[in-house]
């Protein structure tokens, strides 16, 4: 080989290994505080989701593309690698971080928040309580008074995974239940229909788009009496704080970007004193309380007459 032909070679590997570096370079399109990221969130708390990420991309030069889907949609979405940044109303199971193990991933994992699961009835009537009990025993077979059917969001979703869970049995299998596809849909539902439960998160009662507002006014949220307890609670801030609350549900941040991106920059900030304080107005429970700051003053000024 020539000296010619060596300095072309050496040329072309040099050529090769810049266009090589300039589209790993170009594959990153996000820092923690910069560019674009999609999101995928649990239809159920889509508003609070919504809300934390208007004041971030408002605080920071990005963009989050926010996807709503029902809780068995995400995780599938997570599984096949479509979704990287994922927002569950729990967290992984141990089997599912088993199978990230086996790919190699390792799923960071942040809890930011507390909701709860909501039951609605349409104000026609004048039912506010209702007992947890009654409502396992509906999802069973047995007939109940003052309940003619349950209303879930999504067949999918984590509302009715949580009710399957808590009663024993798979809900979207027994009969006079019903599954739409989104919780602005059970809202208006229930809201015309006298004596059907609607099964939602708090999230969409306490902080509903403007243009739900109207249908959110003609339905009652109910207190809840738990199994093998005498009180019903309402889901307020301060039972689901204190524990009263039967049906409360941690929010979880999932990210499986596996570098140093806007997942883990959106994570930070949920977990932050600025994303916490947007729970904490919300109605919601924040993760961790945020710190108070108080001014003392040594001495106090009369105001001037």
């Given at each position: 080989?020539?000296?010619?032909?060596?300095?072309?070679?050496?040329f072309?590997?040099l050529?090769?290994?810049?266009?090589?570096?300039?589209?790993k370079k170009?594959?990153?399109i996000d820092?923690?505080?910069?560019?674009?990221?999609?999101i995928?969130?649990?239809?159920?708390?889509?508003?609070?989701?919504?809300?934390?990420?208007?004041?971030?991309?408002?605080?920071?030069?990005?963009k989050?593309?926010l996807?709503?889907?029902s809780?068995?949609?995400i995780?599938?979405d997570?599984f096949?690698?479509?979704?990287r940044?994922?927002?569950?109303?729990r967290?992984?199971t141990?089997k599912e971080?088993k199978?990230f193990?086996?790919?190699?991933i390792?799923?960071?994992?942040a809890?930011?928040?507390?909701?709860?699961?909501?039951?609605i009835?349409?104000?026609t009537?004048?039912d506010?309580?209702?007992?947890?009990k009654?409502?396992?025993?509906?999802v069973?077979?047995?007939v109940?008074?003052n309940?003619?059917?349950?209303?879930?969001?999504?067949?999918?979703?984590?509302?009715?995974?949580?009710?399957?869970d808590?009663?024993g049995v798979?809900?979207n299998?027994?009969?006079?239940?019903?599954?739409?596809?989104?919780?602005?849909?059970?809202?208006?539902?229930?809201?015309k229909?006298?004596?059907?439960v609607?099964?939602?998160?708090?999230?969409?009662?306490?902080?509903p788009?403007l243009?739900?507002?109207?249908?959110?006014?003609?339905?009652?949220v109910?207190?809840?009496k738990?199994?093998?307890?005498?009180?019903?609670f309402f889901?307020?801030?301060?039972?689901?704080?204190?524990?009263?609350?039967?049906?409360?549900?941690?929010?979880y941040?999932?990210?499986?970007?596996?570098y140093?991106?806007?997942?883990?920059?959106?994570?930070?900030?949920?977990?932050?004193?600025?994303?916490?304080?947007?729970?904490?107005?919300?109605g919601?429970?924040?993760?961790?309380?945020?710190?108070r700051k108080?001014?003392i003053?040594?001495?106090?000024?009369?105001?001037k007459?």
């Amino acid at each position: 080989m020539n000296k010619l032909t060596k300095t072309l070679v050496g040329f072309a590997l040099l050529t090769l290994l810049f266009v090589f570096s300039c589209q790993k370079k170009n594959e990153v399109i996000d820092t923690i505080t910069e560019g674009k990221a999609t999101i995928y969130v649990d239809e159920s708390i889509l508003p609070i989701v919504e809300d934390e990420a208007a004041v971030f991309e408002a605080e920071y030069d990005a963009k989050l593309h926010l996807v709503s889907k029902s809780e068995n949609e995400i995780i599938n979405d997570l599984f096949n690698d479509t979704a990287r940044i994922v927002i569950l109303t729990r967290t992984l199971t141990a089997k599912e971080l088993k199978a990230f193990q086996s790919k190699k991933i390792t799923p960071r994992i942040a809890p930011f928040a507390t909701d709860a699961v909501a039951f609605i009835k349409s104000k026609t009537t004048n039912d506010t309580l209702i007992a947890l009990k009654d409502v396992i025993d509906f999802v069973n077979g047995k007939v109940v008074p003052n309940i003619k059917g349950l209303v879930f969001d999504n067949a999918n979703s984590s509302t009715a995974r949580y009710i399957s869970d808590i009663s024993g049995v798979q809900v979207n299998n027994q009969k006079n239940v019903f599954s739409f596809k989104t919780n602005e849909e059970v809202l208006k539902y229930v809201a015309k229909n006298k004596d059907m439960v609607g099964v939602i998160g708090m999230n969409w009662i306490f902080q509903p788009p403007l243009d739900l507002q109207e249908t959110v006014d003609n339905v009652n949220v109910l207190s809840v009496k738990d199994m093998n307890k005498s009180e019903y609670f309402f889901p307020t801030q301060d039972n689901l704080a204190q524990g009263k609350y039967p049906l409360a549900r941690r929010l979880y941040i999932v990210n499986c970007q596996g570098y140093a991106g806007l997942g883990m920059g959106f994570k930070s900030f949920l977990t932050g004193e600025r994303g916490q304080r947007i729970i904490l107005k919300s109605g919601l429970v924040p993760e961790r309380i945020p710190a108070r700051k108080i001014s003392i003053r040594n001495t106090i000024t009369k105001d001037k007459n």
